[in-house]
């Protein structure tokens, strides 16, 4: 495990069960935030919700404990609890989850070759053999938060075997817990039986599922569910999917109408209803479950096999390009210190604290790179310049320097007290803005350095003469010239991939140039990529479509009717569609994973219309880079 990444902290006494998400629901809507000037659906009653539930679960554990977290939650997890709340239930300290060491045997290897390898990984880097990884935890009680990965629960299993190694003829040191998220699985459950520990674990589920990005886009935050459903077959996130609209259903009402496009946007929609009907039988009079929502008209599932093209072009509005170049995670981005504190010094190194595995951290004189929240509520500048062309965000930065510096300018006519009063009041502001601008004139430096390369070019007018079917034969050559030239993989593949999808007739590129330009790849960037090619076709196979299915699916809910697909127009209850002068949303829900340029779509689509608003719903965000790595297997 790292370092630990929380302070001391007094024990909370209060204790009470995790709650049922879609029981909680209608609670949390009653205790909601005041609306915000958005005046669209209010999705801060599910920021609640899934606070509720993580405080809740570590309420009922009723001692002080240690949290040992699995990285990939930090960012869902930190989207709607903060460090604070978490001392105040009982978390004295926080460490994260890692891997198990290499001195870990599973005794479910029993093969004599992987005993041997395990003995040979067994050694140091001075010869020394290594032992099993113990935690260092304050507390008797250690609480785990994690995905149900094999991985954890090797780690899981390590941490119990060293304790009983340390105390043989005792008990064990900690007592521990293990919460699954969303919900515990299977072939965790044999895992840690067959290790032997599962006795000597308890057992929580906390079943998070929409967590608020923005006012108007909430997702999942499954950041493997493209793969997972597209490539692997398991369809276990379309499940979660209806299970997360069914507790929505149960805050905002029934879903007056439901369509979709796309055959797995039938399964989810299909499963949506029959969960419906299974709470009705046991609840006949829960009101959310037979009276339309007032709030909102539709739900539209995209089904993201019916339209790969838009995440396969290169994006480009700001926010788009910032999740292309820098990359997005859970509404963060990790940039260099200097872009938020002003300065080019490095920051000062923390002293070393040890590690829940007992190791001290090394420091290093290069500073790292530090997670910042892109939230429009407390960043107008962002809110004003995402959604926009990346082509015309620097004027607007430069108008926005101009501003800010004649509002500086402003200090030199403060002559009286109640004038300067005035000015420190609003400098406040001031400051804010000015750090603001120097973040996303940075990131705009940064997007100018990748936009402004001959190899981004190139693949952008292949990606654009793709799309607008001009001289396919053309594309082709430029792909083939760009392997020659052994340009970035992922490019090439991105291209590739378009290609197959939104080239004339039913089969794409031709099986022959196919075979060709994939015998290219391999001798070009080396064998290991084969399997990764094969799993791309595979998946292209059902991505076929033409673009802008987002779009087509939104307006068809706008003008009252379900566009062509195989999930046709599916009535739920009733018709509560815009009317009046009240406001009413749309929420389009996109399976498998949406980009920043089909929110930022959507979201001019709410501009252009008097009283409805269109709410993001999705499993993660994603876009052409994220698709491929995440098939890759970790070779890219």
């Known amino acids: 495990m790292a370092a630990a990444v929380a302070p001391s902290a007094s024990r909370h006494a209060s204790a009470t069960s ?24 209010e999705t801060s009653i599910l920021t609640d919700l899934a606070k509720r539930g993580l405080l809740s679960t570590l309420d009922s554990i009723k001692e002080a404990k240690t949290l040992i977290l699995d990285p990939s939650l930090a960012g869902p997890l930190g989207l709607v609890a903060d460090v604070q709340s978490l001392k105040h239930h009982g ?12 001195a870990f045997v599973p005794k479910t290897s029993t093969s004599a070759s992987a005993a041997a390898a395990a003995a040979a990984a067994s050694v140091n880097a001075h ?18 938060i994690c995905r149900p990965e094999i991985r954890w629960m090797s780690a899981i299993a390590e941490h119990i075997r060293a304790d009983r190694a340390a105390r043989p003829s005792s008990p064990l040191q900690h007592t521990y817990t293990v919460t699954f998220v969303p919900h515990r699985t299977e072939p965790c459950l044999q895992f840690l039986d067959r290790e032997a520990v599962l006795s000597d674990i308890s057992l929580l589920d906390f079943g998070l599922e ?44 029934l879903f007056p109408r439901i369509i979709g496009k796309g055959n797995l946007a039938r399964r989810l929609a299909d499963l949506l209803i029959r969960q419906r009907r299974e709470h009705l039988a046991s609840d006949p009079t829960n009101p959310s479950l037979t009276t339309p929502s007032t709030s909102i008209d539709s739900l539209i599932i995209i089904d993201r096999s019916v339209d790969l093209a838009t995440p396969l072009c290169t994006q480009l509005t700001y926010e788009g390009l910032v999740d292309e170049v820098v ?21 000062p190194p923390h002293p070393s604290q040890p590690s829940g595995s007992g190791t001290p951290l090394q420091m290093t004189s290069a500073p790292k790179k530090r997670k910042h929240r892109l939230d429009s509520t407390t960043d107008l500048l962002f809110a004003e310049i995402r959604d926009l062309n990346f082509a015309v965000v620097g004027e607007k930065l430069h108008r926005a320097a101009k501003r800010l510096n004649e509002d500086y300018e402003g200090r030199h006519q403060a002559k009286t007290v109640s004038q300067i009063r005035a000015f420190v009041g609003k400098l406040g502001g001031l400051q804010n803005e000015h750090a603001s601008l120097r973040l996303h004139t940075g990131l705009t430096e940064k997007i100018m350095q990748f936009t402004g390369r001959e190899e981004f070019n190139r693949m952008l007018e292949i990606q654009q003469n793709l799309v607008a079917g001009l001289d396919m034969n053309a594309q082709q050559q430029g792909i083939e010239d760009m392997v020659n030239e052994e340009r970035s993989l992922v490019a090439v593949l991105r291209l590739l991939c378009l290609s197959s999808i939104v080239g004339p007739g039913a089969g794409g590129i031709k099986a022959k140039n196919l075979e060709f330009v994939k015998r290219e790849i391999l001798q070009t960037y080396g064998y290991q990529y084969l399997a990764l090619l094969l799993t791309l076709q ?76 269109f709410v993001v719903a999705t499993t993660n965000t994603i876009s052409g880079d994220s698709m491929i790595r995440d098939l890759s297997h970790g070779c890219l």
Do not use: C
């Not at 569910?225 to 490539?231: F, G, L, P, Q, S």
């Not at 990359?327 to 920051?347: F, K, M, Y």
């Open 127 to 144: 010869g020394h053999p290594y032992s099993l990884k113990a935690i260092n935890a304050p507390t008797r009680s250690v609480v785990y």
């Open 538 to 613: 595979k998946a292209a196979k059902g991505g076929r479509s033409s673009t802008g299915a987002a779009a087509a699916a939104a307006a068809a809910s706008v003008n009252g009717h379900a566009p062509g697909s195989a999930a046709a127009a599916l009535p739920a209850a009733g018709s509560a569609s815009a009317s009046g002068d009240g406001v009413t949303t749309t929420l389009v829900f996109f399976l498998g994973g949406v980009t920043f340029t089909e929110i930022a779509a959507l979201r001019f689509m709410s501009r252009q219309t008097r009283n409805r608003r």
């Open 210 to 253: 929409f967590v608020p990005l923005e006012k108007d886009v909430i997702s999942l935050e499954e950041d493997t569910a493209w793969k997972r459903i597209y490539a692997d077959g398991d369809h276990t996130s379309i499940f979660r999917s209806a299970q997360a609209l069914m507790t929505m259903q149960h805050a905002y009402g």
């Open 18 to 41: 995790s709650p049922d998400p879609q029981a909680a629901a209608a609670a949390a809507a009653t205790d909601a935030p005041l609306p915000s000037p958005w005046d669209g659906l």
């Open 91 to 102: 978390v004295e300290r926080m460490f994260w989850l890692e891997n198990h060491s290499p």
């Open 327 to 347: 990359g997005i995670r859970n509404a963060h981005v990790e940039v260099d210190p200097a872009l938020l504190t002003g300065t080019n010094q490095p920051a």
